[in-house]
């Protein structure tokens, strides 16, 4: 394909990794992975990360995690304000531990929520905020951090799209009490499939470890505060604690994770040199709505939303798209409530639901690779122009 939406980020450096694991013998998840955790959360200057095996088993776990702390744990029928535009997986964990969803719209330049109905959506019952920076654009994290201290809400942050970002000389992914990245193929780093939670809650962080695999204690140092050691080691080798899952990553992902960190700054240098062109080609053309920046962003991908006010002809685009072999696809997971799942969900919505739905309906985005992109994204621009005349 001339314009691929994601390209692989590897070189020799991950398969020698993962060939060192294959030599070892060693696949369960072990020194690479512990490894791999200390050296992601330093470079976010956290001081706890935990690795599963996927941005929605990290979401998963984060969330459980919240209804097991020794104080003001959540509970069913809590309530928890989300973006209307998100992954699914950002939403499920939610619902499958009962809590009620309250759904804030977007704004339609950065495509992340809209902080100004933050307190119309706050009722009594709110317990957590879920924040997510949609493609590598930081929502208002400060706003929400500070939203959510002013009310004593938890803040989670799903940061599965954003990773390297900046707010503030602050990267994404350091503002909640607990912090999700994917390492999912195209995402900034890839370990083929990972995740992480990042924390600098010592407790978050044992109930996260113990969550990720079956709720035991073995991954627990022994002065953990999640529970009192008994005398016999016998029953300590398996001993559950949490109504846990195994969502471990395996220890090949987590050499690999290694690997990848080390190339994250260059990686990311090099995505936004792209940005900078994309910007530079499509901001000022009233015909296209692409994404407004917050911060620093670290450039997942390039969100284009035709101009309602022009009445455009989107299949027209796509068809054109196609016959240009450019690959393009919905903007994250679009508007949640859009999809048929959320007949399974306790929700409502806070005031009326309007840019999400447009994004949905009118908007798109193509690639952005850890490469030059020059011809690529010149070519998307004669294309778009040509489809939209
Ligand atoms: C915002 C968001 N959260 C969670 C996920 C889930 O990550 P994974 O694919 O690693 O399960 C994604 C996936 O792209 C995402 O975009």
């Known amino acids: 394909m001339f314009y691929e939406l994601a390209a692989p980020s590897w070189g020799t450096e991950e398969i020698e990794a993962m060939q060192r694991v294959i030599a070892s013998g060693r696949f369960t998840m072990g020194e690479q992975v512990a490894a791999f955790e200390r050296e992601f959360a330093a470079y976010f200057g956290m001081k706890h990360g935990v690795m599963v095996n996927s941005g929605s088993s990290a979401n998963l776990v984060a969330v459980a995690s919240l209804f097991y702390k020794k104080d003001r744990p959540l509970e069913r029928g809590d309530e928890v304000i989300v973006p209307a535009i998100s992954w699914a997986t950002t939403y499920h964990p939610l619902q499958q531990y009962g809590l009620k969803l309250r759904f804030v719209d977007v704004e339609l330049d950065t495509l992340n929520i809209d902080v100004a109905k933050l307190e119309q959506a706050l009722t009594p019952k709110t317990r ?10 930081p929502a208002a994290l400060d706003v929400m951090r500070a939203f959510a201290d002013a009310h004593g809400l938890y803040f989670i942050e799903d940061n599965c799209e954003s990773m390297d970002a900046e707010l503030n000389g602050k990267k994404a992914g350091t503002f ?7 390492f999912f193929f195209s995402h900034h780093i890839s370990t ?3 995740g992480m939670i990042l924390t600098d809650d010592l407790e978050l962080a044992h109930l996260c470890r113990s969550m990720r695999a079956h709720g035991w204690t073995r991954d627990l140092p022994p002065d ?5 050691r ?31 960190l080390k190339k994250l700054p260059a990686m990311t240098a090099q995505r936004r040199k792209n940005l900078v062109l994309f910007q530079e080609l499509f901001a000022g053309d009233e015909r296209f709505i692409i994404q407004r920046e917050n911060g620093v962003s670290s450039a997942f991908s390039f969100t284009v939303i035709l101009n309602p006010a022009r009445n455009p002809d989107r299949e027209k685009v796509f068809a054109a798209l196609k016959g240009a072999d450019i690959g393009f696809r919905i903007i994250t997971g679009g508007c949640f409530l859009r999809h048929d799942v959320l007949k399974h969900y306790d929700y409502d919505t806070v005031g009326a ?7 949905h309906d009118l908007g798109f985005f193509v690639g952005n690779h850890p490469h030059d992109l020059t011809p690529q994204i ?12």
């Open 378 to 389: 010149t070519r998307l621009r004669e294309v778009l122009d040509r489809a939209c005349r």
């Open 353 to 359: 639901i309007e840019n999400a739905y447009l994004a």
């Open 230 to 260: 008994r005398s016999s080691d016998h029953f300590e080798a398996y001993r559950f604690i949490l109504p846990g899952y195994n969502v471990r990553p395996l220890e090949l992902e987590g050499a690999v994770g290694r690997e990848q």
């Open 176 to 182: 909640g009490d607990l912090n999700t990245f994917s």
């Open 128 to 137: 957590a905020i879920v924040a997510v920076s949609i493609l590598g654009n």
């Open 192 to 194: 083929m499939e990972g």
């Open 224 to 228: 953990t505060p999640l529970y009192e």
